[in-house]
C-alpha cells in the first residue's frame, strides 16, 4: 500500500480556495496549488497541476482562466498561467497584503539618506527588503518604476559608477533598458566585491555620510594619504558649493534690501516737504515775556479781576488787527469791516471776495491788510490756510465767564 500525498480533492474542505473579494487570496491560492503539487510529486506535470488548480474554482471563474492554460497550441506551465491570470485580476488582488505600502516606506526613508558604496550594512538591509517587496508586486509595477525607486535610494556617485557596469537587456527601449533584479545584482556586486583604482579598494574608504573629519598623520605608505586627500578633496567641493549657493541668497537679500531702503528715503523726503510746509504755513507768535504787562481792559457786563490781582498770562492780539488788547470777538476794524461788506464772516473764518483768510501768514501781514491787498488786487493768499478756532475769537473764555456770572445771579441768597 503507497503512502504518497495525492491532490486535495475539490469536494472536500482542505482543498486550496480562491476568494475575489479578497485581496491578496490569489496569491495565497497560487502558492497552496504549487505546495501541493510538489508533494503529489506532479509538479513536472503542468497540465495535471492546472488541471487540479481550476477545479477549486467557481464555475463562473474556472471557464475565464481555462483559457488561459494554452498559449496557441502550446501547454503552458503553471508559473506562465500563474503568471497571465495575474495580469487579468485586480490590483488589490495581484500584490501581496500591505508590500506595495511597505515599499513606499522603505523607499521613502532611504531616498532622505542616500546610500553610497561604502554603507554596507545599509546597502544590504535596504537591498535585500527592496527585493522582498518588489518580487510581490511586480506583476502590478513596472520595471521602469522599480528601477526608478531603487536608484533614488543611491548616492549620486553609486549610481554613476553602477550605470557603467550595467548592461541593456536585449531588445529594451531606451527608456526602460535594465531589469530591476539585474541592477540590484550589479549594485551587490560592487558593494561586495569593491574596485580597484588609484585609489586603492574604494569600499574601504570611511562613508561620505559620515561628516567627520580626518586626521592626516605620517605614515609610511603613501596609499592611506591618497585616501584622506581624495576624501577631503571630496567634502572640500562639497562646502564650496554649500557657500556659493550661500553667497548667491546673500546677493539677492542685498538688492532687496537696497529696493526698501530707496523706497524708505523717498518716502521720507516726501513726509518732511509736507510737514515743512505745513510748519511755514502754521508758525506760531514768538512768547513775548510780559509778566509786568497790566491787566487787559474788562469788557462791560462781565466779571473781571481786581487790578491789583492780574492775568499772569501774555498779552492777548488779534489776529485781524494785529493790536494787543483784544481778540477778534471785540475787534473793532473788523466789525467796521464786515458793517462795510469789505469782509464776511462764516462761522468761524473771514472770507474776502469769496477768499478764506488764514490766520497767520509767512510774510508776517496781518488779516487786516491782507484784506485791504486783496481788495486792491496786489495779494495772492497762501494755497494752504490756517483755520481760526474758538480760541482765536475767546469764545471759549467767553461763555465761561457768562455761565459763572449767570450761576452767580441765580444762586439763592442766605437770608
Given at each position: ?18 476568494d475575489?473579494e ?8 497560487f ?5 501541493a ?7 513536472d506535470?503542468p ?12 464555475e ?15 501547454q ?5 498561467w ?9 490590483r488589490r488582488?495581484?500584490e501581496?497584503?500591505?508590500a ?18 561604502q554603507?554596507r ?6 537591498s535585500l ?17 522599480l ?15 553602477l550605470?557603467?557596469k550595467?548592461t541593456?537587456?536585449?531588445?529594451a ?24 583604482g588609484?585609489f586603492g ?13 580626518i586626521k ?11 585616501k ?15 557657500f ?8 539677492v ?14 518716502h521720507?523726503?516726501?513726509?518732511s516737504s509736507?510737514s ?13 515775556n ?6 487787559q ?8 479781576r481786581?487790578s ?6 501774555p ?8 493790536i ?14 464786515k ?5 464776511v464772516?462764516?462761522?468761524?473764518n ?28 496786489t ?19 467767553e ?17
Amino acid at each position: 500500500m503507497s503512502n504518497k500525498a495525492r491532490m486535495p480533492a475539490p469536494y472536500g474542505k482542505n482543498h486550496p480556495t480562491y476568494d475575489p473579494e479578497e485581496p491578496g487570496s490569489a496569491v495565497r491560492f497560487f502558492d497552496q496549488v504549487a505546495m501541493a503539487a510538489k508533494e503529489a510529486g506532479i509538479d513536472d506535470k503542468p497540465a495535471e497541476v492546472i488541471g487540479w488548480a481550476l477545479s477549486y474554482l467557481p464555475e463562473s471563474i474556472k471557464k475565464r482562466w481555462a483559457l488561459l492554460a494554452m498559449n496557441g497550441a502550446t501547454q503552458r506551465t503553471f508559473a506562465e498561467w500563474r503568471k497571465e491570470v495575474m495580469k487579468v485580476l485586480p490590483r488589490r488582488a495581484q500584490e501581496e497584503a500591505g508590500a506595495m505600502s511597505r515599499l513606499d516606506a522603505l523607499v521613502s526613508k532611504w531616498s532622505r539618506d542616500p546610500i553610497s558604496r561604502q554603507d554596507r550594512a545599509e546597502f544590504f538591509d535596504f537591498s535585500l527588503g527592496f527585493m522582498a517587496e518588489a518580487k510581490a508586486i511586480e506583476s502590478v509595477i513596472s520595471n521602469r518604476e522599480l528601477v526608478r525607486m531603487y536608484l533614488r535610494c543611491l548616492s549620486p556617485m553609486f549610481r554613476e559608477r553602477l550605470q557603467e557596469k550595467l548592461t541593456p537587456r536585449t531588445n529594451a527601449t531606451d527608456e526602460d533598458p535594465y531589469e530591476w533584479a539585474a541592477v540590484v545584482e550589479k549594485s551587490k556586486e560592487l558593494v561586495a566585491g569593491g574596485t580597484s583604482g588609484p585609489f586603492g579598494d574604494l569600499n574601504l574608504d570611511p562613508s561620505t555620510s559620515e561628516y567627520d573629519r580626518i586626521k592626516i598623520e605620517p605614515r609610511s605608505g603613501g596609499m592611506r594619504e591618497s585616501k584622506a586627500l581624495e576624501t577631503i578633496k571630496i567634502k572640500q567641493e562639497e562646502m564650496d558649493s554649500n557657500f556659493q549657493a550661500v553667497l548667491g541668497r546673500l546677493d539677492v537679500m542685498g538688492v532687496q534690501m537696497k529696493d526698501i531702503a530707496s523706497k524708505y528715503d523717498t518716502h521720507m523726503q516726501s513726509m518732511s516737504s509736507a510737514s515743512d510746509a505745513t510748519l511755514f504755513q502754521q508758525q506760531a507768535m514768538p512768547y513775548r515775556n510780559n509778566s509786568s504787562h497790566p491787566t487787559q481792559q474788562p469788557r462791560q457786563g462781565l466779571y473781571t479781576r481786581p487790578s491789583n490781582n492780574p492775568f499772569n498770562t501774555p498779552p492777548r492780539i488779534c489776529y485781524y488787527c494785529n493790536i494787543e488788547g483784544h481778540m477778534l470777538m471785540a475787534c473793532p476794524t473788523l466789525e467796521a469791516d464786515k458793517a462795510g461788506g469789505r469782509v464776511v464772516q462764516r462761522g468761524y473764518n473771514i472770507f474776502v471776495n469769496n477768499r478764506q483768510l488764514s490766520k497767520d501768514s509767512p510774510d508776517g501781514l496781518s488779516m487786516k491788510q491782507r484784506a485791504d491787498a486783496i481788495i486792491a488786487g496786489t495779494y495772492n493768499p497762501p494755497a494752504m490756510v490756517n483755520y481760526l478756532t474758538a480760541g482765536d475769537w475767546n469764545m471759549g473764555d467767553e461763555n465761561a465767564m457768562i455761565n459763572r456770572w449767570t450761576n452767580y445771579e441765580t444762586r439763592p441768597r442766605v437770608p
